[in-house]
């Protein structure tokens, strides 16, 4: 009787492609340390190729090992930071007392959040036990056009508003504006209005309110948003965020920030 050697399945990946999807599945887990085996389990690795990916990974400080467990590492959270334009942190320490103020007023989610390319990245967020949820994270992005945040700044950002109508929309929920004819439309309603809204189209279930922040050149540098279920009245928070936000861009004035970010 004659044994056949099963062979190992090869596996076909660059080892950047390997590396990404450890740093992938580490940082779905927040802060959480993970192991070997189950970063392997979940990257569909070997184990010794998820240990060998694991120290190259290590050796750059883009994760760091707490015991016989790994997390995100230092270098990694550097590099994050350089996503946001130069004197974004100092913009977002200037404007968080705002956001608290709009927090405490409303009593529902509140963003703060900027423009980068045709996405938007959220740099705060305020909420209590029982606001609706939302899919935004501090540091994650989702598509401009699917958020309030998102479509107030485009608004007043020409480049940007072109290079959107000129790419697919992607769309988050079954609300999500796709045709580009009808995010034009919105687009020059909110240059007008001075709000933008979105309608269930980040999230099923939650609508939001957002408005500009100002800068010295007239054009927003951030946008400040609050987030309700749906159903709920939302002029006397659109009143609410248009008192904040227009002290936020005199605030926003007198500190120079504006000039430099």
Do not use: W
């Not at 036990?129 to 998102?150: E, K, M, N, Q, Y």
């Amino acid at each position: 009787m004659t044994t056949t050697a099963v062979e190992p399945i090869r596996d076909d990946r660059a080892s950047i492609d390997k590396a990404f999807s450890l740093l992938s599945t580490l940082s779905e887990h927040g802060g959480c340390a993970l192991g070997v085996s189950e970063l392997a389990r979940r990257t569909q690795l070997s184990k010794s190729t998820a240990f060998r990916v694991l120290g190259m990974l290590e050796r750059n400080a883009m994760v760091e090992r707490v015991g016989a467990k790994y997390r995100l590492g230092t270098r990694l959270h550097e590099l994050g930071k350089s996503v946001y334009a130069p004197g974004q942190d100092r913009i977002r320490d200037l404007l968080l007392p705002f956001l608290a103020d709009l927090y405490e007023i409303t009593r529902h989610t509140v963003h703060l959040a900027s423009l980068h390319g045709t996405d938007v990245v959220y740099l705060a967020k305020l909420y209590g036990h029982r606001t609706a949820a939302t899919p935004s994270r501090i540091g994650a992005r989702l598509p401009a056009h699917c958020t309030a945040v998102g479509k107030v700044l485009l608004a007043y950002d020409p480049a940007a508003t072109t290079d959107a109508l000129s790419t697919q929309l992607h769309r988050l929920t079954r609300h999500s504006i796709c045709d580009t004819e009808t995010l034009a439309t919105e687009l020059a309603q909110v240059r007008r209005d001075g709000v933008a809204l979105d309608q269930e189209e980040s999230q099923v279930g939650v609508i939001c309110v957002a408005a500009p922040v100002m800068g010295q050149s007239g054009r927003p540098l951030v946008a400040m948003s609050v987030c309700a279920p749906r159903g709920t009245d939302m002029r006397p928070l659109t009143a609410s965020l248009r008192r904040v936000c227009a002290s936020a861009s005199q605030a926003m004035s007198r500190s120079g920030l504006a000039r430099s970010a």
